[in-house]
């Protein structure tokens, strides 16, 4: 149940950022920006990912499972992001939805990827 208090939390943060600014680094025309925006995620994912495991020392054979967990309660609520951007996102032209979506979709696949484990063989 942490785990997808943690994921509602990030969804709470991440929508709070667009709504917000979103203005300020989705703007679509601007392909140096929203690329440099799809990288930034990145290391963000990265931090509350990772340091997530860390702190509550989640061992590697549960971090799938973790992830699951932490990307699944946003994605669900994301929906309605969506359907509803017009109205969530007051600070964005609907141009932006398609660049919006791609980015969630984005996020979410790095949050998955974060419960792979990577094992790395040596002769």
């Known amino acids: 149940m942490i785990n997808v208090s943690w994921g509602i939390l990030l969804w709470v943060l991440a929508t709070l ?18 690329i440099i925006t799809f990288i930034l995620t990145i290391p963000l994912i990265i931090i ?20 699951v967990q932490i990307a699944l309660p946003g994605m669900i609520l994301d929906i309605f992001s969506v359907i509803f951007f017009d109205k969530v996102f007051l600070n964005l032209h609907t141009d932006s939805l398609p ?25």
């Not at 950022?17 to 929203?34: A, D, E, T």
């Not at 990912?49 to 992830?67: D, F, G, N, Q, V």
Request: glycine share 4%; charged share 15%.
């Open 48 to 67: 509350a990912t990772y340091a997530y495991y860390y702190l509550r020392k989640i061992p590697e054979s549960k971090r799938l499972m973790t992830s």
């Open 17 to 34: 950022l667009f709504r917000f600014y979103g203005q300020l680094f989705l703007i679509p025309g601007n392909v140096p920006l929203l």
């Open 99 to 123: 660049f919006f979506a791609s980015w969630l979709l984005w996020a979410y696949s790095l949050i998955l990827i974060s419960g792979f484990s990577i094992k790395i063989k040596s002769n």
